[in-house]
């Protein structure tokens, strides 16, 4: 699972590297796709945890999902990216 979480992460990088250079008119249409796809898989996970879960005061964060999808999604790719970079560099972890 991990390893599957590792190599989609790189392709999903090395795709938006080389997305504007094929045909750069659609690139915001296609970050804009992907920003709702991320959307709608956040609301389909606070739905389901809302129905299944017996802690619903929690729920009272809902209104946070779009700011989770536009910034701390892609956030936390960035620095998932740079760890898994570091592990296969070798480098030492510190905090």
């Excluded at 989609?8 to 590297?17: D, E, G, K, Q, V």
């Excluded at 790719?77 to 030492?92: H, N, Q, S």
């Amino acid at each position: 699972m991990v390893f599957i979480a590792m190599v989609l992460l790189f392709i999903r990088f090395a795709w938006l590297i080389v997305l504007p250079f094929l045909d750069l008119p659609t690139y915001p249409f296609v970050l804009l796709i992907s920003m709702a796809l991320y959307l709608l898989m956040e609301l389909t996970s606070i739905i389901t945890a809302g129905l299944l879960s017996s802690r619903k005061g929690d729920l009272k964060y809902v209104y946070l999902a779009p700011l989770m999808v536009v910034f701390y999604r892609p956030y936390y790719a960035l620095i998932r990216m740079w760890a898994y970079l570091g592990w296969l560099t070798k480098r030492e972890s510190r905090w």
